[in-house]
């Protein structure tokens, strides 16, 4: 067990929490839509002031520039991998999702050929991500049955079945990023493409964008296999949030996907480990280990 998650009307003894912390299992405590609003780890996890400091030197260098530019371009491969996958099985519909990938790959490659500084170019890097993910979602929902049909990203509250899963999913990874940030010895408040705002975790902005497609493919499968039901889910003003019965049916999706392992970097690692293993790797090149 790597955590235990604490969602809405829920209690641990301090008992619980001093086993979770002897064997270095975090506690995050999640609000009503996913969202990690704190979480309880081991004193001594921590970091070298050396890789800290690395981490504000570096995002005013090329190198700086490039780990940013990278972590985008990562996830738009990870999305047109997505539709490409997708599309495999679906003959029908094959011609519609060549479109989609098209448009991606197209501002994937404006991505590639960015140059400059972080400062100059992080409002394009941005926007062009931003371009991306609408197309690719515009693509999702095209894939999606009738009943489930979404209209783009909506969040705090969802608006919608997909998003309110997918929301959640979101927090889960997040939860798993900022921890893998802070055994790592990075800092989760000094990010690259998204700035320093106060008492934001920038830094688990950034890289979460290379995790989020598991918990879109998550999602979507749920979908897709007919698994999701009407009662996973509670009204609420503006939206709707997800409740404990579907809280449990997406928990129990998430952890069979961070079970599978993959081919990465030449290594057999589980789905599960990826994060942690490209923080220590992040990590390790700011200070050239």
């Known amino acids: 067990m790597e955590s235990i998650l604490i969602t809405t009307s829920a209690t641990i003894t301090t008992d619980a929490i001093k086993f979770a912390v002897e064997n270095n299992i975090d506690i995050v405590f999640l609000d009503k839509f996913g969202d990690p609003y704190g979480r309880v ?17 570096i995002s005013d260098e090329p190198e700086g520039f490039k780990l940013a530019k990278g972590w985008v371009i990562q996830k738009v491969e990870n999305q047109v991998q997505l539709l490409k996958d997708l599309k495999k099985n679906r003959p029908e519909q094959k011609e519609e999702l060549e479109a989609y990938i098209s448009d991606i790959e197209d501002l994937k490659t404006q991505l590639e050929e960015l140059e400059g500084t972080l400062e100059g170019k992080r409002n394009s890097i941005m926007g062009l991500e931003g371009m991306a993910s609408r197309h690719y979602f515009e693509a999702l929902n095209f894939l999606m049955p009738d009943d489930w049909k979404f209209n783009g990203r909506s969040r705090n509250p969802a608006q919608d079945g997909f998003n309110c899963l997918l929301n959640y999913g979101y927090g ?13 010895g990075l800092d989760p408040y000094v990010g690259f493409n998204h700035t320093d705002n106060y008492n934001k975790k920038s830094l688990v ?11 879109d493919r998550t999602v979507f499968n749920l979908f897709s296999r007919k698994q999701v039901k009407e009662s996973f889910f509670d009204e609420i003003p503006k939206g709707m949030t997800l409740n404990r019965e579907g809280k449990a049916v997406l928990i129990t999706a998430v ?20 994060i942690q293993f490209d923080c220590h790797r992040i990590a390790n090149n700011l200070i050239k280990k």
């Open 41 to 57: 780890w081991h004193s001594k996890l921590g970091s070298t002031t050396y890789i800290r400091r690395r981490q504000l030197e």
């Open 205 to 215: 902005f950034d890289l979460i964008e290379m995790y989020r497609v598991y918990a």
């Open 172 to 184: 889960v990874l997040y939860s798993k990023v900022e921890k893998a940030c802070i055994i790592a």
């Open 255 to 274: 952890n069979e996907t961070f079970e599978k392992s993959i081919t990465y970097y030449g290594r057999n690692i589980k789905i599960g480990n990826i």
